[in-house]
């Protein structure tokens, strides 16, 4: 059974980092040929796919995010990671993160429980 767990801090104040973690179990993030993404929903908003990596390590993302988003992986922890700089209150949302075969979906066939984030000083 294939499971993602989000992991971080709930809290995060503006014009700081956003970092969090996916935590998967039950697959490998080097399998053929899954894309691991984050999404992500403001409140009162629909989802938003903010970006993904591969099985083999190539990484996109959301143009509108492009500048500010960062994703990278640990093979050795099955992990990957979202890393979103100089964040306001605009970026407070739910965050998931999730795994398809398809590139940029914010419907994929599997994602975790999703973390809340709250950006405020």
């Known amino acids: 059974q294939v499971q993602l767990q989000e992991s971080g801090p709930g809290l995060v104040k503006p014009s700081q980092t956003l970092s969090l973690t996916c935590t998967v179990s039950g697959s490998s993030i080097t399998t053929n040929f899954y894309y691991w993404s984050w999404i992500r929903q403001p409140p009162g908003k629909g989802l938003e796919w903010m970006g993904a990596?591969?099985?083999?390590?190539?990484?996109s993302y959301s143009p509108s995010l492009k500048s500010r988003t960062s994703i990278s992986r640990d093979t050795s922890k099955n992990q990957f990671t979202l890393q979103l700089r100089s964040v306001t209150p605009e970026d407070t949302a739910v965050y998931y993160c999730?795994?398809?075969?398809?590139?940029?979906?914010?419907?994929?066939?599997?994602r975790g429980k999703g973390t809340q984030v709250t950006v405020s000083s």
């Open positions: 999730a795994r398809d075969l398809r590139a940029r979906t914010t419907t994929p066939t599997i």
């Open positions: 990596i591969t099985y083999s390590g190539s990484t």
